[in-house]
């Protein structure tokens, strides 16, 4: 009887399927802790019209000192969780990769898990920029791999250097921004280095980065707004998440 009042829900619907920067793996970083919380990000995801995501837990010295094998046993117990669910949704196991001296020396032995395509997500020091950083890059890509930059947006000290993001780009690396970005989580700053980026046709994918289902609701909440209405077409023809493959 009261259904006039009710708001309308709208579409939430990304204009891709593939989600390519996610911390859903259960217990191996800081995003989903067990295989429950993993099932609740992955039905949030399916609400974004996602159905392949692309599992990029975070590899760090101290903190994550995750491998391929790790990576790949908390895969089969989600993969196994996600038949038993019936939930539609394809997984890949892959990583977040901080460029640091765990990284080297994982990189060195030939421990890595790249992504489907030999994509391989690459995070810089939220610090400083490294001294070698277009060398590790560029070597990445002649060794077959397609590097990543995760949400370049979010690195303040390229704020005043745009000209850094011209000459990565410009080198063939491709650029990954948070759609948390866009909706103001990381502040201003990352937002208006994202937008730049936008309007200099350097965005090539578009990434939850989730570790929560808190995250996903402010990421849906982002595009029901006018701001991602906008946004959308200007992204659109540059994006390429459903390439990873
Ligand atoms: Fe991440």
């Given at each position: 009887m009261f259904n006039f009042l009710r708001k309308k829900k709208e579409n939430v619907s990304?204009?891709?399927?593939?989600?390519?920067?996610?911390?859903?793996?259960?217990?191996?970083?800081?995003?989903?802790?067990t295989v429950e919380q993993s099932l609740e990000m992955l039905e949030e995801e399916i609400k974004m019209g996602i159905n392949r995501v692309i599992c990029t837990s975070h590899v760090t010295a101290d903190t994550f000192e995750n491998t391929p094998e790790t990576l790949t046993n908390a895969y089969n117990v989600l993969s196994q969780a996600v038949k038993e669910a019936g939930l539609d949704i394809e997984l890949h196991a892959s990583a977040e990769y901080r460029i640091d001296e765990y990284w080297e020396q994982q990189y060195a032995a030939g421990n890595v898990l790249p992504m489907p395509g030999k994509y391989i997500l690459m995070e810089n020091s939220f610090q400083q920029e490294l001294l070698q950083l277009d060398e590790l890059l560029f070597d990445l890509m002649l060794h077959g791999y397609k590097p990543i930059l995760a949400?370049?947006?979010?690195?303040?000290?390229y704020s005043h250097r745009h000209n850094r993001y011209e000459k990565m780009h410009g080198q063939g690396v491709k650029f990954q921004i948070n759609l948390l970005s866009l909706a103001g989580y990381f502040g201003q700053g990352a937002r208006e280095n994202a937008m730049w980026l936008i309007k200099h046709g350097m965005v090539d994918m578009l990434g939850t980065?989730?570790?929560?289902t808190e995250h996903a609701h402010i990421i849906q909440e982002y595009l029901r707004s006018k701001d991602w209405r906008k946004l959308a077409p200007q992204l659109m023809p540059n994006i390429i998440n459903d390439n990873v493959k």
């Open positions: 990304l204009f891709y399927n593939t989600d390519v920067h996610c911390h859903i793996l259960p217990g191996v970083d800081h995003g989903a802790h949400h370049p947006e979010r690195y303040g000290y980065d989730m570790h929560n």
